[in-house]
């Protein structure tokens, strides 16, 4: 499989259930990182919204029609006391498993940047599990730096 021959693509309300099918698998993903999760049935995002909004971009990467992953951007503003007034939040990143470490979570966050930029957008957030190591690495070669990290005590 060549890179190239990937095509990332807006996704549409035709694409639902499909998204639906992928967030339940970042779920089931991400409770070994998260022992605070609900039981299921959870979800995570609104994605019959965040398709037909403005303000957030949903990509689907296909590979001759066939779904492998996906991923989104949403403006959000900024607390008051930071800079700048608003930033690109990426989401919702997943790719099939069989698929993984070949790129394509890179050509999606790749095109979600373009959008941000068309946006004027100029700072880029995404929350990673600190012990989802392959993720964090990932970020770290696309130029994502850590920032702030969130602690927890459970009593």
Not at 34 to 62: F, H, W
Not at 125 to 149: H, M, R, T
């Amino acid at each position: 499989m060549s890179l190239s021959n990937i095509k990332i693509r807006k996704a549409t309300l035709k694409d639902l259930e499909l998204l639906k099918e992928f967030e339940q698998k970042v779920i089931r993903y991400e409770r070994a990182f998260a022992k605070n999760l609900k039981q299921d049935p959870i979800l995570y995002y609104d994605l019959k919204d965040y398709i037909g909004r403005l303000d957030v971009q949903v990509l689907v990467a296909t590979l001759e029609g066939k779904p492998l992953g996906s991923g989104y951007a949403m403006i959000k503003d900024s607390d008051a006391f930071k800079t700048p007034k608003q930033f690109a939040y990426l989401g919702f990143m997943y790719v099939i498993p069989k698929q993984r470490g070949k790129g394509i979570n890179g050509l999606i966050i790749n095109e979600l940047l373009k959008w941000a930029k068309e946006k004027k957008l100029v700072e880029v957030q995404l929350d990673v599990y600190a012990e989802n190591e392959s993720a964090i690495n990932a970020y770290k070669k696309i130029g994502f730096k850590p920032d702030l990290l969130k602690m927890r005590l459970s009593s």
